[in-house]
């Protein structure tokens, strides 16, 4: 799939200035679209999340050009999920909400290309996190690992 990167790149630009705005929408609409997700964020420092999140977006923005370089990064976000309780069904209702969000603030410049660009790249986020959180979740924990014996097994002679 090829990104449309310039589309990517101005429309991203237009609304960066409005960033912390851009999450606090996002926010809101998330638990108003999913409140079942609201509970995994019941520990967490909301104002800190959200400037993890814009941050997250402005790596996105920056790294358009080469997405490789942060396949690793997006996979590791992946796995640190599964530990907050995100399953893979909250994937595409994350992704909405990002692109409804981004709409609402981007305004009148937001067109269906805009959107259509913004649901790939977006989708190639998930599609690596969702990679990542399924290697975390297929890794036995440490906890249930076999122990090594500090003695060595005795074979019947």
Same mark, same amino acid.
């Given at each position: ?84 309780? *995100? ?6 209702? =994350? &992704?909405?909400? +990002? /692109?409804?969000?981004?709409? !609402?603030?981007?305004? #009148? ?7 259509? *660009? ?6 190639? =986020? &998930?599609?690596? +996190? /969702?990679?990542?959180?399924? !290697?975390?979740?297929? #890794? ?16 019947? &002679?």
């Amino acid at each position: 799939m090829t990104l449309q990167l310039e589309t990517l790149e101005t429309s991203f630009d237009l609304i960066a200035p409005r960033g912390e705005e851009l999450v606090d929408v996002f926010y809101a609409r998330l638990f108003e679209a999913a409140p079942a997700v609201q509970p995994l964020f019941a520990r967490t420092d909301l104002r800190k999340q959200k400037s993890m999140l814009l941050a997250t977006l402005v790596l996105l923005r920056k790294s358009l050009r080469d997405l490789d370089a942060i396949v690793p990064k997006l996979r590791q976000l992946g796995a640190r999920h599964v530990a907050y309780g *995100a399953r893979p069904e909250h994937y595409p209702v =994350v &992704a909405d909400v +990002m /692109l409804a969000s981004m709409a !609402e603030i981007a305004g #009148e410049v937001w067109t269906a290309e805009v959107e259509a *660009a913004w649901a790939a790249a977006l989708g190639l =986020v &998930a599609a690596a +996190m /969702l990679d990542g959180a399924r !290697e975390a979740e297929a #890794e036995p924990r440490e906890r249930d690992r076999p122990r090594p014996s500090a003695r060595p097994a005795l074979s019947p &002679a």
